[in-house]
């Protein structure tokens, strides 16, 4: 089934859209939580900026993470093939990997998730 919001993909990949949109976020405020109730000798917020700087370096990071994965993943699947990465609790079950064309036409491939979460990135140094 086309999707509609997105010209060219054939379908729209929920766990990867979630993977490259929500996790790192949940993952990034979990992280930044945990620094900051920990602390130490100084104070991280405070050394930081304050509260808002402290979450932006930490959500920066992951997506900056989720980026550089997926565009490693890309460059990786035009050199080697696409192949089977373990990511879904169905995959392993299917008779034979998704074929490589297959994969492209999902909204987010590999070139997706990168712009995404580049896009997210640079709008959390833009806010910092």
């Known amino acids: 089934m086309p ?3 997105i010209p060219t993909a054939r ?7 979630l ?5 790192p ?3 990034a405020v979990a992280m930044a939580t945990t620094v900051a109730a920990v602390g130490g000798v100084t ?3 405070a050394e930081a900026g304050g509260a808002m700087a402290f979450v932006l370096e930490f959500i920066k990071f992951c997506y900056l993470a989720v980026a550089t994965a997926h565009l490693s993943g890309a460059i990786t699947d ?7 990465a373990g ?3 169905d995959e392993f079950d299917a008779p034979e ?5 297959e994969f492209w036409q999902s909204f987010p491939n590999h070139v997706d998730g990168a712009a995404i979460a580049g896009a997210v990135t640079m709008l959390c140094i833009a806010l910092g």
Request: net charge positive; aromatic share 6%; glycine share 6%.
């Open 3 to 5: 999707s509609t919001f």
């Open 11 to 17: 379908r729209v990949d929920t766990q990867r859209l």
């Open 19 to 23: 993977s490259v949109a929500a996790i």
């Open 25 to 27: 976020l949940a993952a």
């Open 43 to 45: 104070d991280p917020v």
């Open 78 to 84: 035009r050199i080697c093939g696409g192949m089977a």
């Open 87 to 89: 990511l879904w609790l």
């Open 97 to 101: 990997p998704a074929p490589k064309e």
